[in-house]
């Protein structure tokens, strides 16, 4: 639709360039006076030259803005091509960076809060070590596919480490947060991947944590959620740690308690 915006606005602009030649001409040969007995007289030639020039100009303005509409996509294609992990097609560290940064200026202006989720494939290595390099690959990206099946439109899944996610998830508060943790952990953990040398069940540890007035920026935030991912690493993996900034009933009272949700 854009391209073909582009096109019929330069033809258009061709198109009023060619009325250029035949008025000036005229004006040229009548000095502002007598248009009539000239065009009366020499209407074939006016004419000739209104379609001769309408039909060059407009050709080059259709070209014009089919260069143009090539170079708006090429420019939109390496924007994306930046800021996509070319593995799992989820958004990279360096777009990850951007948005946190983003949503958590916004959250200040609006007076919400920016969950973070942060989790890590568990044991992945010898995922690599039995399977081999090329199976590795095929786990990160049928994780990348749940993990996008489980984020919310406003969501943003990312990629930001070898086997390491994040979910960035604007005006959201921790139950919200830890429900799309625990779906996506409960989601990954049925998964069926087959290997080399067997089935592979991926299982996920995952971090939570929030905004706050000591989790402004994006440093702070992701620092604390990685903290709880950690957290759940030591508790046994296969699991969603809240941040411990966040109050377990504000999760656990409302939902009840869940056997892989921790504070």
């Known amino acids: 639709m854009r391209g073909r915006r582009e096109i ?64 708006r996509q090429s420019v939109t294609s ?9 593995l799992t097609k989820l958004k990279n560290r360096r777009y990850f960076t951007e948005r946190l940064e983003q949503e958590l200026a916004r959250a200040r202006r609006e007076a919400s809060t920016v ?46 480490g070898g086997e390491e996610f994040a979910i960035i998830l604007p005006n959201t508060e921790a139950l919200e947060g830890a429900r799309v943790a625990e779906r996506l952990r409960n989601a990954i953990a049925n998964c069926q991947i087959e290997g080399t040398r067997g089935a592979i069940h991926p299982k996920l540890s995952l971090g939570l944590a929030v905004s706050s007035d000591s989790l402004a920026s994006a440093e702070a935030l992701f620092a604390a959620a990685d903290r709880a991912l950690y957290r759940a690493k030591q508790a046994g993996r296969n699991r969603v740690v809240l941040d411990e900034a966040i109050e377990p009933s504000s999760v656990l009272g409302s939902w009840g308690t869940r056997r892989n949700v921790d504070a």
């Open 115 to 160: 969950s973070l989720v942060v989790g890590d494939l568990d044991h992945f290595k010898a995922v690599n070590d039995v399977h081999g390099h090329a199976t590795g690959d095929v786990v990160l990206m049928a994780v990348a596919e749940v993990m996008s099946a489980c984020c919310r439109t406003a969501d943003s899944a990312c990629r930001i």
């Open 8 to 71: 019929i606005q330069h033809g258009f602009i061709g198109f009023v360039l060619a009325l250029g030649a035949p008025l000036g001409w005229l004006l040229w040969r009548t000095h502002g006076a007598d248009v009539g007995r000239e065009l009366a007289a020499n209407g074939p030639l006016y004419a000739y030259l209104l379609v001769g020039t309408a039909i060059a100009f407009v050709a080059f303005g259709v070209w014009v803005g089919i260069r143009i509409g090539r170079l």
């Open 78 to 86: 390496l924007k994306s091509a930046i800021v996509i992990d070319p």
